[in-house]
């Protein structure tokens, strides 16, 4: 059976020639799709392209791109590429970002995040079919891709918000959640089911890991994990793990265990909310 396992990186991994290392010797490996997040450093376009020229097996994602950064045009354009360059292994993963990045970098206003996702992705998606660009202005002719992809580009959403993960139910190909508890994915997919029609959206859990070579050093990972989507990434995630999993109390430990701001630690009252996000072990 072909392996159903990807990995990938987040926007806290800004070495690029490291990346495109990893995913080379990730398809050596037989992993299914390597991902690249994009945030504050690297253009995950440009890395995507420099991983499919040195392999070619190994399914490649922007897991993901964020839909204020650029133009719906834009966005098809590079994806249009993208599946060219790889030999039709790319599939686009979009998201809304999160208000430090959209705001401190791009110097935009982050808001109504569902309605800008779903602007993206018609506009998106008909770009990449070969359609005109759905626009409806006077005076103006939309056009076409001068040359859209032979293989048809699959796009996948990033969702946590309810009136996301039904987007993604209708209108995208998959669901990639991120810190979303594993017990709960039943939940994610019943919000799918309301949206979509006959064919099922595929759902891919990104799923961070914590390991290392004995349990205190993973621990530490995990609580570092933890903390940077609690405190740096914006309201969504906090958010989601206090109020959807019902982790405020484990949320409240783990700040406090770390207000000193020194090496993270993970507390007894956050462990099953580590092993509900995490990947948490030895080697």
Known sequence: ????VGVGITPFQ???????RLAVRAEELGYARFGAAEGWTHDAVVLIARIAGVTS???LATAVLSVWSRTPATIAMAAGSLQRASGGRFALGLGASSPPLVEG????HWGEPAERMRETLVAVRALLDGERLPLEREGVRPLRLGEPPEQRVPIVLAALAPPSIRLAGELADGWLPFLWARSRLDDGRELLAEASDATP??????????IAADEATARQIAAAWLLAYVTRMGPIYPR???ERFGFADAVDALLEANADGGMPQLPAAAEELAGEVTVMATY
Do not use: F, Q, Y
Request: glycine share 6%.
């Open 1 to 4: 059976m072909a392996s159903r």
């Open 105 to 108: 970098l791009h110097g935009l």
């Open 201 to 210: 959206t595929e759902v891919t859990p990104s799923v961070p890991l914590a």
């Open 240 to 242: 989601t793990l206090r």
């Open 14 to 20: 800004t070495d690029d020639d490291a990346t495109v």
């Open 57 to 59: 097996r190994i399914g």
